[in-house]
Nanobody, 120 residues
Framework: VQLQASGGGLVQPGGSLRLSCTAS????????MGWFRQAPGKEREMVAV????????NYADSVKDRFTISRDNGKNTMYLQMNNLNPEDTAVYYC??????????????WGQGTQVTVSS
């Protein structure tokens, strides 16, 4: 299983970033997917999830109304549009397949993730 997150970077508070996640077609098209993040000294947490069809999405309370998850099944790619970023969003962001309803990560292989740093 190969999951590749990209698109991170350094952004000022209030700024925006769009993350992308790619996976092999057989994995992507048949799985619900999610974004997770891990800040220094903290446990990894779920940020947003989206089911295979894209019609159901769920967000952590801390990112609701600021982040938008989407997926393009034709491109085997998932996105996370992050707006109005604040320093508390600083973390390494990962993508993974998720289990229905529990939204728990499905695979042990997390990949390298992509660093998002929000700082002035």
């Amino acid at each position: 299983v190969q999951l590749q997150a990209s698109g991170g970077g350094l952004v000022q508070p209030g700024g925006s970033l769009r993350l992308s996640c790619t996976a092999s077609g057989s994995i992507f098209r048949t799985n619900h997917m999610g974004w997770f993040r891990q800040a220094p000294g903290k446990e990894r947490e779920m940020v947003a999830v989206i089911i295979t069809s894209g019609t159901v999405k769920n967000y952590a309370d801390s990112v609701k109304d600021r982040f938008t998850i989407s997926r393009d099944n034709g491109k085997n790619t998932m996105y996370l549009q992050m707006n109005n970023l604040n320093p508390e969003d600083t973390a390494v962001y990962y993508c993974n397949a998720v289990l229905w309803k529990t939204w728990s990560p499905k695979f042990n292989n997390w990949g390298q993730g992509t660093q998002v740093t929000v700082s002035s």
